[in-house]
DNA sequence: ATAGGGTTAG
């Protein structure tokens, strides 16, 4: 076992024979060394005073000497790296004066695991500076981090120096080169590197798969799915969740049942994929069963099952159930005395009760959330730092700014650093709630260059109209050497169109396509069809549509509808609707759109017309609601809402401020509303607005 | 030693 391939290869330091002769004798694999068998038991009375029982360990390597002899000190690197101990790996590495591949590998794929790349790309350049020659695993340790950081350069360049010196990888290895090609997206290699391979396994078509799933690429994946010999627990599991990734649930869904009678075993990673499909679909019968599963398997121990549990309960309005399954500690485990897992556990436990705050937020309970989280605070002194992301980012779309305050607040109590990804959670929720002061507080305490931080700042100028700001912003961003991704356009664009800032749009969607090679996509097409359309240079949009294929959107024609509608060009309104409609005949969207502007040019008739087909073909349209959050209580608004204990008041205090209103030259755009109503009648809707029904209650 | 699950932004 071991060292292979690279024994034979022209490697370019001569003196290599002797350490190449000593990365063969197998240290980790040798049962203890036997000055250590001797020492054991002087040990064993220091290791139980409560030191830590590695650091008596080397101490007592040095005292005798024996960190100079190759294999003890390799080992007790291994038990280091083992115990995640990096620092001190890093610090024995350092005291071992001769070193062999082996020494250098285990400190490599120590800091790869623990996902330090940077620290792996320079052991492994000083390696290769002091002459030692690396083996299989250095180096699949090494693409490994190559494609986690995206290092494509890097690993093409070792990829090309084993071609010239003929080395030879193994599948392992391949595999890791296969990974790193499809996770940077430069597919022709992959390919070809997949069928030049001398061996692939499961493994190398696992990563295929996955990789074409990531890409969106449903049809080759299932393609490869069907045609690959063998299909194990991850082939499945990939499938499934990369269907479901896609949007294509019910595929997923049928794939789960092909698994069962396939005969595979679900694994853990099966078990959470399932019930999130379940509450995705949502299908709680499902979900049922996949509970009954879970604990005839055992499996009701995993953090991460436990969590997909609460949620899967939560999305079907299940609280009642969620609920029990939080506080159903897996007994199983506390008998069996496991330690492992009851060490885990309170981070386990702490991944459940994040998803079950922020399944109460979704479900609108937003007291039962605030008392849950209050509970988890009490309860449990360490709180994952994760999970409180997740739940300032409900909190975000939900619109409740105090809870996300008050979780603000007390990550800063108990003195966490806020981190990237806490702060652009944070930058999100108080953007969205229009607290754009604190956004910038957040964002210029951090100062880190992380590209997702920087693109919620843009996306939330974009989101308040500050187109400048969201340039000034993306142009610093670029000065510092982040690289802007599909997101950051999608935001930058969205500023653009917002504003009007029309050259602008333009060139930063050629620069987005031509500078950083990215496929635009539905949101920035869509952006762009915006930018021209309010600009009002609707033959421009029309051209744009067509010479970009994507006449099959309806998002794009949907805005371009806007945009005729804002323009008053009802020839072209009424053409884009036709277009629109034939896209999406179920939208209620596109009804309300194309009605909305026969009504404004009085075209009452057509626009009753284009209500009735709608109804004729069973669309129908969610009312729209506006909330508010008046201390602990969320009020919920409908248009002409009726339902609210003091909507007396409500509708008296909003009469006598529209009339106010009036008095002072403000007048309601009746074309707004999309019905044949009278006139009178078309103001009263229009007056008593969700939103302002929602505010008046403020008042 | 290589692949798979839930931290952030549209």
Known sequence: ?????????????????SLVSVTNSQIATTPLPSPWRHSCSSLHSTISKGSSPLAVLHAHFIKNGCLQTLNLANYLLTRYVKSTNLD??????????????????????????????????????????????????TLSSVFKCCSADNHLQLGKGIHAWMLRNGVDADVVLGNSILDLYLKCRVFGYAERLFQLMNEVDVVSWNIMIGAYLRAGDVG????????????????????IDGLMQCGYEKCALEQLYCMVEYGTEFSAVTFSIALILASSLPLM????????????????????????LV??????????????????VPLDFLRKGNAGVICMEPKAGLVSWGSMVSGYI???????????????????????IRTVTAVISACANAGILEFGRQIHAYIQKIGHRIDAYVGSSLIDMYSKSGSMDDAWMIFRQINEPNVVLWTSMISGCALHGQGREAIGLFEEMLHQGIIPNEVTFVGLLNACSHVGLLEEGCTYFRMMKDVYCINPGVEHYTSMVDLYGRAG?????????????????????????????????????????????????????????????CASNHGWDEAARVRSLMHQRGVRKQPGQSWIQLKDQIHTFVMGDRSHPQDQEIYSYLDTLIGKLKGIGYSLDVKLVMQDVEEEQGEVLLSHHSEKLAVVWHH
Not at 1 to 17: D, I, N, Q, T, V
Not at 220 to 239: C, E, G, H, L, Q
Request: hydrophobic share 40%.
């Open 1 to 17: 076992m071991g060292y292979r391939g690279l024994g034979s290869c022209s490697w370019k330091y001569a003196y290599h024979h």
């Open 537 to 597: 240079r609707l033959i421009q949009t029309r051209n744009f549509i067509f010479e970009n294929g994507i006449s099959h959107l309806s998002s794009v024609w949907k805005s371009f509808l806007s945009s005729c509608r804002l323009h008053k060009n009802v020839e072209m309104g009424k053409w884009v609707s036709e277009m629109l409609l034939r896209v999406a005949p179920s939208d209620p969207g596109a009804y309300i759109l194309l009605s909305n502007m």
């Open 88 to 137: 001190h790996a890093h610090k024995l590495f350092d005291e071992i004066l001769h070193k062999n591949t082996q020494t250098w590998t285990i400190l490599i794929s120590g800091f790869a695991r623990a996902g330090s790349s940077e620290v792996v790309f320079n052991i492994f350049r000083e390696m290769l500076a002091k002459g030692a020659c690396p083996n299989q695993y």
């Open 285 to 308: 019968e499902l979900g049922r069963q996949l509970h009954g599963k879970v604990l005839k398997f055992g499996f009701n121990g995993d953090g991460f099952i436990r969590s997909s």
């Open 362 to 384: 979704w479900n609108g309970k937003y007291e039962d959330g605030l008392k849950t989280f209050r509970l988890m605070v009490r309860k449990l002194v360490v709180v994952d």
């Open 220 to 239: 080759k994946s299932i393609d490869m799915f069907r045609n690959m010999p063998y299909k194990d627990v991850v082939s499945w599991n990939t499938m």
């Open 311 to 328: 949620e899967m309960y939560c999305k079907c309005g299940k609280m009642d159930k969620a609920s029990i399954v939080l506080n159903d």
